[in-house]
T-cell receptor, first 113, second 114 residues
Framework: GQQLNQSPQSMFIQEGEDVSMNCTSS?????WLWYKQDPGEGPVLLIA?????ELTSNGRLTAQFGITRKDSFLNISASIPSDVGIYFC?????????????FGEGTQLTVNP | DTGVSQNPRHKITKRGQNVTFRCDPI?????LYWYRQTLGQGPEFLTY????????KSRLLSDRFSAERPKGSFSTLEIQRTEQGDSAMYLC????????????FGPGTRLTVT
């Protein structure tokens, strides 16, 4: 089946630094989404991307839908302690039907004050 | 709060018992999804409903699992004869048909099978 590979698996940064993480697939995806999950809670939708090359911002977050449709990037600028959590990419691929999303394994972000 | 709600938040059960979880989606959303998440992994799709119709089921959904959405509003997920491998977070999400990929998740039900 389709798989999404996220990197890095974990990041330790200082407050105020910018962060970049990415997600790749061996097959084409039609939609990319980024979620953030806090411990013991469900994922929270951050950004949705629908077109190749699309660049979308949500506050300090910016995400891009790769031109090849096989990758996506999420950037966080000027990180703050509440950015701590696990960030998941998710997508709906050409090879899957309906509305099912495929999730990556997540990037654990730690922000030191 | 008009987000997705799930009950119970935590469930501890003994192996072999049956458990049932409930999900109440965002009220105007016609699609409802169930996912399972184990520690250190992303959510994995189990099944989804459009209104009351169950349209897709994953191979992960063994015959011990059954989901219903009888009136197209809330949904239940039942696991019969639970096994230790069923221990996981069970997440429910909902979406509106026109933007169905923008799925909004509930807080999840953490199941522990002892």
């Amino acid at each position: 089946g389709q798989q999404l590979n996220q990197s890095p698996q974990s990041m330790f940064i200082q407050e105020g630094e910018d962060v970049s993480m990415n997600c790749t697939s061996s097959s084409i995806f039609n939609t990319w989404l980024w979620y953030k999950q806090d411990p013991g809670e469900g994922p929270v939708l951050l950004i949705a991307l629908y077109k190749a090359g699309e660049l979308t911002s949500n506050g300090r977050l910016t995400a891009q839908f790769g031109i090849t449709r096989k990758d996506s990037f999420l950037n966080i600028s000027a990180s703050i302690p509440s950015d701590v959590g696990i960030y998941f990419c998710a997508g709906q691929g050409k090879e899957t039907s309906g509305s099912r999303l495929t999730f990556g394994e997540g990037t654990q972000l730690t922000v030191n004050p | 709060d008009t987000g997705v709600s799930q009950n119970p938040r935590h469930k501890i059960t003994k192996r072999g018992q049956n458990v049932t979880f409930r999900c109440d989606p965002i009220s105007e959303h016609n699609r409802l999804y169930w996912y399972r998440q184990t520690l250190g992994q992303g959510p994995e799709f189990l099944t989804y409903f459009q209104n009351e119709a169950q349209l897709e089921k994953s191979r992960l959904l063994s015959d011990r699992f059954s989901a219903e959405r009888p009136k197209g509003s809330f949904s239940t997920l039942e696991i019969q004869r639970t096994e230790q491998g069923d221990s996981a977070m069970y997440l429910c999400a909902s979406s509106q048909g026109t933007r169905s990929y923008e799925q909004y998740f509930g807080p999840g039900t953490r199941l522990t099978v002892t």
